[in-house]
């Protein structure tokens, strides 16, 4: 199957930090990643979608201003955390696809802890 | 609206039980996607079958078997002689855009 790599894997930061968080998809051509969080014993949350070369679309309720997205190449998207918060703690995972009916491939998870 | 019911919030099954995950959806579209995700204690989800709307066969991995029956719009997975390395969450889920997910059942197999 294809593989979707993430890094880092766990972060500790301090209170008003930024936090970047990479999503690269190691096999193939991703023309549209997905940023998902997890609350633990929670089911994932679609955070935002974003396709290579063109501006994120968000989700109701999440802040574009805080989670900035950038999927400058088909292999390649980044998530950042602006300004964290220890609220912002919690499970991202990103996935990515090669297209529109295609399955989407998740990566292994990024642990955020912000104190 | 798109929706994924998985009813079944744990399960706990002694080891080589067989034991069933239950999974209903709902959508308005004749065309759609339905999946199967397993996510270990390490986080990483792992995917396991994708099924299109137009083919209601029945499939058989190993010791995964899935029944697809869209008359009662249920995607159903069944673990034959399950092993505690089968414990895990399991996210059943719908695409067309983009996916929605079940909100999981916890599977505890028990040596």
């Known amino acids: 199957g294809a593989v979707v790599s993430q890094h880092p894997s766990r972060v500790i930061c301090k209170s008003g930090t930024s936090v970047k968080i990479e999503c690269r998809s190691l096999d193939f051509q991703a023309t549209t990643m997905f940023w998902y969080r997890q609350f633990p014993k929670q089911s994932l949350m679609l955070m935002a979608t974003?396709?290579?070369?063109?501006?994120?679309?968000?989700e109701q309720g999440v802040e574009k201003d805080k989670f900035l997205i950038n999927h400058a190449s088909l292999t390649l998207s980044t998530l950042t955390v602006t300004s964290a918060h220890p609220e912002d703690s919690s499970f991202y995972i990103c996935?990515?696809?090669?297209?529109?009916?295609?399955?989407?491939?998740f990566g292994p998870g990024t642990r955020l802890l912000v104190l | 609206a798109q929706k994924v019911t998985q009813a079944q919030t744990e399960i706990s099954v002694v080891e080589k039980e067989d034991v069933t995950l239950d999974c209903v959806y709902e959508t308005r579209d004749t065309t759609y996607y339905l999946f199967w995700y397993k996510q270990p204690p390490s986080g990483e989800l792992v995917f396991l079958i994708r099924r299109n709307s137009f083919d209601e066969q029945n499939e058989i991995s190993g010791r995964y078997s899935w029944n697809f029956q869209k008359s009662t719009s249920s995607f159903n997975f069944t673990i034959t002689a399950s092993q505690v390395v089968d414990s895990a969450v399991y996210f059943c889920?719908?695409?067309?855009?983009?996916?929605?997910f079940g909100k999981g059942t916890r599977l505890s197999v028990i040596a």
């Open positions: 996935s990515a696809r090669s297209g529109f009916q295609e399955t989407q491939y």
């Open positions: 974003s396709n290579e070369g063109s501006k994120a679309t968000y």
């Open positions: 889920a719908l695409s067309e855009a983009t996916l929605v």
